[in-house]
């Protein structure tokens, strides 16, 4: 799922590119994208753009008149810059939007189509749309530590709540966390003052990182490759691959479709997290060390 930084420049590029211009249409492909009814998407046709803003990991088109386009991509939503006029790809496709001199394409992978656009009326029930969660770029260092403890979460859960934090998913908390020197599964509750603070500057670092590495792989144009799996990352989709830190293996937590990437040796203190899948698998036999996770792996190849 596009995260903080990719919704960071996604804003960016369509402020620089379309702010201004007139909306005539947005013609759609599927009819499960609109999730709303009132006020109508016929509506928004031949509007000025007044600008762009970000609602979390929401898109608003904001319209004259006080009307706005809530666009979620969810997990495989993707915008691109796209001809006018220019036929609505079948497999992907789900909307055009286009202006007076240029289009973008809403695409979604995958047969699970969980994108969604809401056309809204007012300022008051844009707000119905904002999950709660706060960026922490605007908290100081108190409330930011109120905020995480408030209630007894693991920190991925509390990274990647929406309600509680605003922007950050499961690719980007994987990166805080290792940056931080914390593991997933710590109890926020649990946490001592310098660490609540190394998460809250960690925070912040990993995100300004990385919205500047993106604006720089931009440029002038509009993003090309969204991906929550990027090489430069720690420990995102690194499963088995050396730490940039220490070089040991990045081990992983498997549950349902996601999964948790982690270093045990700078997170754990050398300590390897029950998956579950493996752990209903091993039972007793599950490996609590590096150590032993490489022994065992060295006498199942030789039976």
């Known amino acids: ?37 009132t006020p109508s998407l016929s509506d928004v046709a031949g509007r000025r753009i007044e600008g762009f803003h970000a609602i979390g990991k929401r898109i608003v088109w904001e319209l004259e008149g006080e009307l706005f386009l809530v666009l979620h991509l969810m997990i495989a939503g993707r915008l691109k810059a796209f001809e006018k006029g220019k036929a609505i790809p079948k497999k992907l496709g789900l909307a055009a939007f286009e202006l007076d001199d240029c289009a973008f394409l809403l695409t979604e992978a995958g047969t699970k189509k969980r994108a969604s656009l809401h056309v809204v009326g007012s300022r008051q029930a844009l707000a119905d749309h904002d999950p709660g969660g706060v960026e922490v770029s605007t908290m100081d260092s108190a409330s930011f530590a109120a905020r995480l403890t408030a209630k007894n979460h693991t920190l991925k859960r509390a990274l990647t709540d929406p309600r509680i934090f605003s922007g950050i998913g499961n690719a980007y908390s994987d990166e805080i966390l290792h940056r931080a020197r914390l593991s ?29 590495r993106l604006r720089e792989q931009t440029g002038d144009g509009f993003p090309v490759k969204v991906t929550a799996f990027r090489s430069e990352m720690a420990t995102h989709g690194k499963y088995g691959k050396p730490c940039p830190v220490c070089g040991d293996p990045v081990q992983r937590i498997r549950y349902a479709s996601k999964e948790t990437n982690y270093c045990p040796t700078c997170q754990t203190g050398g300590k390897l997290l029950a998956d579950r899948g493996l752990s209903r698998l091993l039972k007793g036999d599950w490996p609590k060390s590096l150590e032993s996770l490489e022994s065992l792996k060295a006498e199942r190849k030789s039976d």
């Open 1 to 37: 799922m596009p995260e903080l930084p990719d919704i960071t420049i996604y804003v960016e590029r369509l402020h620089a590119l379309a702010t201004g211009k007139v909306l005539e249409r947005v013609r759609l492909a599927s009819p499960f994208l609109l999730r709303s009814v």
């Open 184 to 212: 997933p599964v710590r109890w926020t509750t649990r946490l001592n003052g310098d660490e609540i603070e190394r998460l809250r500057l960690a925070i912040l670092a990993t995100m300004a990182e990385w919205v500047e």
